[in-house]
């Protein structure tokens, strides 16, 4: 049996002990080390010239009946001035200087020692130089240590590992065997394809199985999810795992669901899947603190995860309960467990941010490219999320606050928090000046001064929550601080011309943005880490811009047909009434009355999507007042889980009475809301949902203007347009379903808007007053009820099932 294993995991896995302390490994310990990395690299080439960083190895070999392919990179290979040659293992740390002894961390040399192993191999060798370089990040010192050893003794020390590795090696290679062959002989699991899902199927099997990218816009009612994870497992071969990622919580349960289908329409199947949930909503202890002291699943972490995993790799399904059911079992971590497991999984499903954040990606993964495939679920949303999870922003109330929270008497940390505060208060000074009624700055450079005080305050605070453990007031402020500037200073090393430097002062505060305006080239990097890329949505129009928002020039774009008879279907546009900012107060009793006519037509459930909270209130006061009899329903601000689940309960079946719906457009109601049935009979979208014109968005068209040509179209009309089709496919969700959607607004009308429609809207009907949409839907329901009388207009029929993609 055969097996492809990272030097680095090897030996973390089999010599890592003692317990997770976030005090050392803490937040973005990973990306300030692989700076440091290049730091000292380019400094080791002064004394060395002969220094090559960064040298990939690879080497084969056979211990305990397992052919391993043992691979990864040295952070260095110089010649000492002796003609040793030396291989280079650098390590950051926050560890105080009197703890680095060298001897503190047996995993880091045993990783120099199969490094050294595989250079003496391959280069005959007979003796090679292990160098542990450390860099202590509070201190700014380098420590190095070295040791020289023969190449048969560090055959005996890789081999040794090697063995030690061989129970968990032969599972994983029995296990990787029986995967292909199951998933070679896996069957779809439903009886039929439902229209369109052949072909999404074999459009992702191609991507999947040759590489690149596809953006695939799937209507509602195709089936997504198994239609994108089917063909993936299939093209899977040697590679993987495959990662599913989304936007949301809620839709990863779709993922789930569909893992469980393919095992109970495959018994036996061999295929282990993991869902990663988000720290804060699987931890066990309340403080959420990350220390041996304050948590017993942290406290000897590592001595204890071995045993816990091999157990736990039992299951095929690793839920969230899953992972917490073993977790208190074995008293480990359950994120950190399920961290662990995933490095054994076929499929992980979880948030966008497992790829595509800088800071909490999967560094085991992640740190060069693989043979991944990813699955991105509802995609419309990755150009927002990426540019966010590469935009920070500071307040300057947050310094001041934290030096009050520390009391009187003098300190570094205080000076250090003075210091940034002043610049701060420099920057409201300006803002207030030269900033105009918006008081708002933009600059498109970075602020080097300031970024360089926030560097010098990282160490007193690290300090400082070193010395005060204590879960109190401040504590919890200065441990916020601190993630705050180290996010900050990550954007600080990427800012270019992509980003701007956005200021805004009110009241006695400022805010200071570093605002990404252009995720792509990030983007770019994340998908070149895997072998292929599959974003899927109900919505990619037009499929150009999101092409070039996510990087992907030269991906392959397809749009499917919607599944569901286009009679089943009523869509009208009041032509009449105008939603723009000007317009609104004006409109409100107009809106009214459109939603009235709809909800009139026909008993049931409806939604109606505004563009803000503020004009929500406004209609709904203008419609209470017109027509108190029908009864509503508000969105409220700021909704918790449970007050979600509130809302969607009361779209109940059948109602006896209509209800209306009052949501806010791009909001939780918008998407991933599945009212099938009469649960949901009719959407209106009041206005083409165009984000608030403020600063953000006109840095945004100001660039993509001057970069694409296209500045309203980027920051305005697609993103709003996205909202409005969104929310619009709540309506029909089976072939059954009968519904309509009711657009208020005049310019839906217009060629630039019926572009970015898809085909199944084709229909489009506009209707000039109430009295003209009552009798189309009066229409629209009687013929509705008649095609439903009729069981040959029940459902288009379906392609019987061919199984093999």
Not at 17 to 23: L, P, T, V
Not at 277 to 296: G, M, Q, V
Not at 312 to 322: C, F, I, K, S
Not at 547 to 565: E, I, T
Request: glycine letters at 6%.
């Amino acid at each position: 049996m055969s097996l492809t294993l990272p030097v680095r995991q090897l030996v973390e896995f089999l010599l890592r002990r003692g317990s997770i302390d976030n005090r050392f490994t803490g937040f973005d310990r990973a990306n300030e080390g692989a700076r440091l990395h290049r730091k000292l690299q380019r400094a080791a080439v002064t004394e060395h010239p002969d220094y090559k960083a960064e040298v990939f190895l690879r080497y084969q070999i056979t211990a305990a009946q397992v052919d391993y392919t043992i691979e990864g990179r040295a952070d260095g290979i110089f010649t000492a001035p002796d003609g040793i040659t030396a291989i280079d293992e650098i390590k950051t740390t926050a560890l105080p200087s009197t703890a680095i002894t060298g001897e503190q961390s047996p995993e880091h040399w045993a990783q120099g020692q199969v490094y050294a192993y595989i250079y003496a191999e391959q280069n005959d060798l007979p003796t090679v130089r292990v160098q542990l370089t450390y860099y202590q990040i509070d201190e700014e010192l380098t420590l190095r240590f070295s040791h020289d050893y023969t190449r048969e003794q560090l055959r005996e020390i890789a081999t040794g590992l090697l063995e030690q590795y061989a129970p968990w090696a032969q599972r994983a290679a029995r296990w990787k065997d029986a995967r292909r062959e199951s998933l070679a002989a896996m069957r779809f699991p439903f009886d039929s394809y439902r229209p369109g899902q052949r072909a999404m199927l074999t459009a992702v099997y191609h991507t999947c199985a040759e590489g690149g990218q596809l953006l695939c816009q799937a209507p509602t009612g195709i089936g997504k999810t198994i239609s994108v994870l089917f063909p993936a497992l299939k093209a899977m071969g040697e590679g993987g795992p495959v990662f599913y990622l989304t936007a949301r919580g809620t839709t990863r349960a779709a993922a789930e669901n569909a893992i469980v289908a393919l095992h109970e329409a495959n018994p036996g199947l061999t295929l282990r899947s993991i869902t990663l949930t988000a720290k804060d909503k699987i931890c066990l202890t309340e403080t959420h603190e990350c220390t041996p002291e304050a948590c017993p699943y942290a406290n000897g972490y590592f001595d204890r995860i071995r045993e816990a995993l091999w157990e736990t790799l039992d299951a095929d399904t690793l839920t969230a309960q899953t992972l917490t059911d073993a977790a208190k079992k074995h008293t480990v971590c359950p994120f950190e467990m399920g961290l662990d497991l995933s490095l054994w999984c076929d499929v992980i499903i979880g948030d966008y941010n497992y790829l595509f954040d800088p800071v909490v990606s999967l560094k085991r993964f992640f740190e060069s490219a693989g043979d991944y495939l990813f699955l991105i679920d509802e995609a419309h949303n990755l150009p927002d999320r990426a540019r966010d999870m590469h935009t920070e922003s500071l307040l300057k109330s947050e310094f001041t606050s934290a030096k009050k929270l520390l009391g009187k008497g003098k300190s570094r940390l205080k000076t250090a928090l003075q210091k940034v505060n002043n610049a701060l208060l420099e920057w409201r000074h300006r803002c207030e000046k030269e900033g105009g009624s918006a008081k708002t700055l933009i600059r498109p450079n970075r602020d080097e001064e300031l970024d360089r005080m926030l560097s010098r305050l990282c160490e007193p605070l690290e300090a400082w929550l070193d010395e005060h453990r204590t879960p109190d007031e401040t504590h919890g402020a200065l441990l916020q601080l601190y993630f705050d500037v180290r996010a900050w200073l990550r954007v600080a090393e990427t800012f270019d011309d992509h980003f701007v430097l956005q200021a805004t002062a009110f009241g006695s505060d400022v805010r200071l943005t570093q605002l990404c305006l252009d995720p792509s080239a990030f983007l770019q990097q994340n998908f070149a880490l895997g072998r292929a890329g599959v974003l899927f949505s109900a919505t990619l129009a037009p499929p150009s811009y999101y092409k070039d928002l996510c990087g992907l020039p030269d991906a392959r774009a397809v749009a499917l047909k919607s599944p569901f008879p286009q009679q089943n279907f009523a869509l009208y546009c009041a032509c009449d009434v105008s939603t723009r900012y000007r317009d609104r107060d004006a409109a409100c009793a107009r809106v009214a009355d459109y939603l009235a006519g709809m909800v009139k037509a026909r008993t049931g459930n409806y939604i109606a999507f505004f563009p803000s909270y503020l004009y929500l209130d406004k209609v709904r006061a203008a419609f209470a007042d017109r027509y108190p009899d029908i009864p509503v329903l508000i969105q409220q601000s700021a909704l918790d889980e449970a007050g979600r689940e509130e809302f969607l309960s009361r779209f109940a079946p059948d109602p006896a009475r209509s209800l209306l719906g009052f949501a806010v457009l791009g909001g939780v109601f918008g998407e991933g809301v599945d009212l099938a049935g009469s649960r949901l009979i009719g959407a209106a979208v009041v206005g083409p949902g165009l984000p608030q014109v403020g600063a953000r968005q006109e840095q945004l068209r100001d660039y993509f203007e001057r970069t694409r040509g296209s500045g309203f179209d980027y920051a305005y009309r697609y993103p709003g347009m996205n909202k409005v089709l969104q929310a619009a496919g709540r309506v029909i969700r089976t072939p059954q379903d009968r519904g309509v959607v009711l657009l208020i607004d005049d310019r839906f009308s217009a060629p630039d808007y019926r572009r970015l429609m898809p085909p199944h809207w084709s229909h489009f009907a506009p209707v000039y007053g109430c009295g003209e949409l009552c009798a189309a839907l009066e229409q629209f329901w009687r013929t509705a009820d008649a095609d439903s009388s009729n069981p040959e207009g029940e459902e288009p029929p379906m392609q019987k099932s061919e199984h093999d993609v």
